[in-house]
């Protein structure tokens, strides 16, 4: 079983449509839970940040973590066509805080 | 400011070869992370390397290798290529004792094996 599960998609939403993106995981002792988007040939960029529990809101995008129940989530209000691409969650371990473990990602289509 | 380079952009290989990626990292980073990202999965952690040592590794086999110079930069060697080796090797750059969410990637090398 890996220790983060994400569903790959893809998830195909008309414009302005509110999107939900989901992770689960095995292991309690993540601390840090990231959220990156990756264009097409592109490297991961960094879209928000969470550490331990609760909510955090940084325009469009609300990322939420519930650790009791060892899932993620990001949503994108107003989504927009420049939004496809694939969006994968990471997340780390206090003792080894240098790694990162992603999802397999989760490809979105944002339609006109 | 220049950000994370990597190159070549694109490699082809054949099975048992060996090949070098380079990593220059983002400007004031002195640290530098490998990953490989198969074609519909996520990025895997290969190693870092921090003081020209590595400090830290995923579970990948020796035949994956890796150097850091004095300037900061960065290379990733594998050795006796297999085709499952096929992917897009990714590197990430970050400031030492910072938050591990403060990488920054590089656009990667995609590396086919034939």
């Known amino acids: 079983q890996k220790e983060v599960e994400q569903d790959p998609g893809p998830l195909s939403v008309p414009e302005g449509a509110i999107v939900s993106l989901n992770c689960t995981y095995s292991?309690?002792?993540?601390?840090?839970f990231m959220w990156y988007r990756q264009y097409s040939r592109k490297g991961p960029e960094l879209l928000m940040y969470?550490?331990?529990?609760g909510n955090k809101e940084d325009g469009r995008f609300t990322a939420q973590v519930d650790k009791s129940s060892k899932y993620i989530s990001l949503f994108i209000r107003d989504s927009q066509p420049s939004d496809s691409a694939t969006y994968l969650c990471?997340?780390?371990?206090?003792?080894?805080?240098?790694?990162?473990?992603f999802g397999s990602g989760t490809r979105l289509l944002v339609r006109p | 400011d220049a950000g994370v380079t990597q190159s070549p952009t694109h490699l082809i290989k054949t099975r048992g070869q060996q090949v070098t990626l380079r990593c220059s990292p983002k400007?004031?980073?002195?640290?530098v992370s490998w990953y490989q990202q198969a074609l519909g999965q996520g990025p895997q952690f290969i190693f870092q390397?921090?003081?020209?040592?590595?400090?830290q590794r995923g579970n990948f086999p020796d035949r994956f290798s890796g150097h850091q110079f004095p300037n900061y930069s960065s290379e990733l060697n594998v050795n006796a290529l297999l085709l499952g080796d096929s992917a897009l090797y990714l590197c990430?750059?970050?400031?030492?004792?910072?938050?591990?969410?403060?990488?920054?990637f590089g656009p990667g090398t995609r590396l086919t094996v034939t």
């Open positions: 990471a997340m780390s371990h206090m003792d080894s805080s240098y790694k990162l473990i």
């Open positions: 390397y921090y003081e020209e040592e590595e400090r």
């Open positions: 990430a750059s970050s400031l030492a004792f910072h938050e591990v969410y403060e990488q920054y």
């Open positions: 292991n309690s002792a993540f601390q840090y």
């Open positions: 400007s004031g980073h002195d640290t």
């Open positions: 969470t550490y331990s529990s």
